[in-house]
């Protein structure tokens, strides 16, 4: 079953503006991940946020988790053309043992030149 | 250096025949390996994961089968092909703890006829 939900489902913007999408989950999770896959190819790993986390960097990646409202935020700074891809959040729930990525449908990001 | 190979990248199946696509890792021993299935537009369905040779834990009832005969070898198979078989279908693996990202392949895009 699919947990996180992004939001927007598209979302188009210039070359140079900043790209925000939303991810929101159901149950208590160990971490929040967030992927990139671009047209007809594998999911790239992009950052992982634990639950005791509330930001993270990486590059024009920064990454928020508000455990209290179960939901999470990727922000792209300065987006490029090849920033164009589709964007998911996945969840490890934190029951024990859990091996499981958990992932919502995504969000598709047009960067336009 | 880890990688990941999945073959073949397309194929194209008459209803009723056989299945096996194949996923391999280099690089590192013991992974967690992973088959997830993608519909269009959608996110990742993760239908067999293995924590060791021999290992496979199925999380949806289905027409496939998984094995994992060797330790960096995951096999996806099916005896005979649905039309609801088609899709995009991902392997991936990780290290064996739990909070560690996911590492994909490229995918098959399998088309049943």
């Known amino acids: 079953s699919q947990q996180g939900e992004e939001d927007p489902q598209a979302l188009s913007i210039q070359e140079g503006e900043n790209a925000t999408m939303n991810c929101s989950y159901k149950?208590?999770?160990?971490?929040l991940q967030w992927y990139r896959q671009n047209s007809g190819r594998g999911l790239v790993h992009l950052i992982l946020?634990?639950?005791?986390?509330r930001e993270k960097h990486s590059g024009r990646l920064r990454v928020t988790l508000d455990t209290s409202k179960k939901s999470s935020s990727l922000l792209i700074t300065a987006s490029r053309a090849a920033d164009t891809a589709s964007y998911f959040c996945?969840?490890?729930?934190?029951?024990?043992?859990?091996?499981?990525?958990?992932f919502g449908k995504g969000t598709k990001l047009s960067v336009i030149p | 250096s880890q990688t990941i190979h999945q073959w073949p990248a397309t194929l194209v199946q008459p209803v009723g025949s056989p299945l096996s696509l194949e996923c391999t890792v280099e690089?590192?021993?013991?992974?967690?390996l992973y088959w997830y299935r993608q519909a269009a537009g959608r996110g990742l369905q993760l239908l067999f994961y293995?924590?060791?040779?021999?290992?496979i834990s199925s999380e949806v009832p289905q027409n496939l089968s998984a094995s994992r005969p060797q330790d960096r070898q995951f096999i996806l198979s099916s005896k005979k092909l649905l039309l609801s078989d088609s899709g995009f279908y991902l392997c991936?693996?990780?290290?064996?703890?739990?909070?560690?990202?996911?590492?994909f392949g490229d995918g098959t895009r399998l088309s049943i006829l």
């Open positions: 991936a693996w990780s290290v064996a703890i739990l909070v560690q990202p996911q590492h």
């Open positions: 149950t208590s999770i160990n971490n």
């Open positions: 946020i634990r639950s005791n986390e």
């Open positions: 996945a969840t490890v729930d934190s029951g024990a043992g859990s091996y499981q990525l958990t």
């Open positions: 690089g590192t021993s013991n992974p967690n």
């Open positions: 293995s924590v060791g040779i021999g290992q």
